[in-house]
């Protein structure tokens, strides 16, 4: 092997790849991150159940202490993203490849999250929304944030069921919207939503304007205006690169672990929302610490970590 072959390429800077650089950086490891710069904590205009910030942090603010973090113990940090992952079947090796560059490593922490589907609305319009907390992505993070306001829930089927009735809890004002067509629910549904007093309205529908501090939504039934909306349009998974040297999946299509976040195929590990769990920076950052704590110490067993001596140590035994 020769010196340019990383101890660990992090594939994803977000909150459980940065986790998971910054404690390998500190077990005097060499690693790498190669980050395509779309971690969904970026989208947080300000996260207020993130604990140790009481006044809250946005999630840029974050990952750049993240980031900062982890430079400072050696760590380095590309964006780009990565195309393409291989293993060398004779040498175990992991390579990886990116637009400007590549990298050999001995282990790869896959981190890579989901992304969010989005409504039906005009993207600056979305983006605009989100910063102003009339577009939400994630109830279990600021559904405190919309007790007693009216809240839209843009999603049809059992998932969006879920999300309207866990809604509930903060406001007695919460719509169920389809997004593309009529809402089809089975009769459990209906009468779950009727208990709850939520009311459903047909599809398709359309986030269209802000007014005011409030989002306006176009849906076969006429215009609704609401405090805030929470798209329940399910998320994609970026198992892509785990998948390509062969790692298996979750029934939900996440990547299979153990519980020490070790996937199906030898030195690859996998952290974060791409793992099934509490998709939370929390989470995410737990997860990254055990993936760490476990390639230093995988690694440990296939050769020694030992330090050398310095010089100062060696001056001070041969009592010079
Ligand atoms: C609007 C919103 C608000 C939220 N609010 C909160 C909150 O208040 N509290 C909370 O705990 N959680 C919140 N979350 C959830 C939280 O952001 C995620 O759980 C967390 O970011 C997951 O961390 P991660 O590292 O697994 O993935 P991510 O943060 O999504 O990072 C994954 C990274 O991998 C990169 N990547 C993907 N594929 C590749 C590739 N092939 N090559 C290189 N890089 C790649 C992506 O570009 C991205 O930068 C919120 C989410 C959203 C969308």
Redesign the pocket.
Known sequence: MDDQTLDCLI???????LTAAIYLARFHLDIMV????????S??PC????AGFPDGIS?KELLQRMRDQACKYGAKIET????KLEKDAETGLFSAT?GSGSATARTVLV????T?RRPPMDEELHDDA?ARGLV???PI??GYEVTDKRVGVVGSDHHGVAEALFIRSYTADVTLIAPDKSLRLSAEDQGKLKDAGIECVDGPAQAVAITGNCIVVDTAEGHYSFDSIYPALGSDT?TQ?AEMVGADLANDSCVKVDSHQRTSVAGLYA????VIGL????H?MGEGGVAATTIRNDLGAQRKLWREATGELLDAENGS
């Open positions: 594939i994803g800077g977000g909150p459980a790849g190669v980050d395509g710069g779309k971690s969904r904590a989208w947080i996260s207020h159940n993130h999630g780009e993203f990565v195309t990116w981190a890579t999250g989901v969010n989100l939400r992505y994630c993070c600021d970026h690169l952290a974060g929302d791409v998709d939370q920076i929390s995410a």
